[in-house]
């Protein structure tokens, strides 16, 4: 049985009260018991969301980390840094990072690499533009993503793999991919990762779908059968509406 996860990216968002705030109110909600939630706030909140959540089955994870150990990065976070926070899990290659600063799968193959050697877990992102799903090219783009980045990982190293597909047209937009959208393209990943791995690896890997999911559209969206959650963007900010998500499976 795959984990079902619900993960709230807070992308740049949420100082030391609001974080306080919004974690306060989370904390106060009952949770599922078969639903894995976490939250990724900025690097200046990882220590105080840890030590705030304390044994609440929420746990924190990064939006993203340096490829390199150490070293003169001006600006940048290692693993080491995320695990000495307390930090397990980390977000890696959301479309903002492609687009605002310029990753790509060579440089993501790299964090991936770092990250999974230092036994963390990650949510890799990926997902089409809107001219290549209007142009067909949407299932080539996602091969191309997953194979350069995480093909090369052995497949032991998967039990730390979440997969987060996010169109980009969608992120942010409120258009989301419609339930039969995702699960075509949960479902091709899922073969994807059947040809080069094993089906019972491909059934095992949890897929999030990420882009515009609300109270109001998520249970469609996580009924698909190889939709196993998401990645929530601006629903994730207020309590309600993530813990609303959280319990729509
Ligand atoms: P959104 O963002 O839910 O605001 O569309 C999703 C994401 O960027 O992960």
């Known amino acids: 049985m795959r984990d079902q996860i619900v993960a709230g990216n807070w992308k740049m968002n949420n100082d030391q009260n609001e974080t306080q705030t919004l974690l306060n109110a989370l904390k106060s909600h009952s949770k599922p018991k078969n639903v894995r939630v976490m939250v990724a706030p900025s690097f200046t909140q990882l220590s105080q969301s840890v030590s705030l959540l304390g044994d609440d089955v929420i746990t ?3 939006q993203n980390v340096n490829a390199a150990a150490s070293g003169a990065y001006t600006g940048e976070v290692s693993v080491s840094m995320l695990k000495g926070v307390g930090v397990e899990t980390v977000i890696l290659g959301h479309s903002e990072r492609r687009s605002l600063y310029h990753e790509n799968n060579a440089s993501l193959a790299n ?41 090369s990982l052995s497949a032991a190293s998967w039990s730390q793999v979440v997969l987060a597909y996010e169109p980009v047209w969608a992120i942010g937009t409120g258009e989301t991919a419609s339930p039969d959208q995702a699960q075509e393209m949960h479902a091709f990943i899922r073969n994807l990762i059947q040809e080069k791995y094993t089906e019972n690896l491909a059934q095992e890997v949890a897929i999030l779908y990420g882009g515009s999911v609300k109270p109001g559209n998520a ?22 509406d993530f813990m609303a998500i959280v319990n729509a499976f």
């Open 219 to 240: 249970k469609e969206i996580f009924s698909m059968e190889d939709v196993d959650g998401g990645l929530i963007g601006g629903a994730s900010l207020n309590a309600d």
């Open 60 to 62: 924190v994870a990064a």
């Open 111 to 151: 964090k991936v690499n770092t990250s999974i050697e230092s036994g963390m877990e990650i949510v890799f992102c990926f997902g089409e533009q809107l001219e290549e799903r209007k142009s067909n090219r949407h299932f080539d783009v996602v091969k191309e993503q997953l194979s350069e980045a995480l093909f």
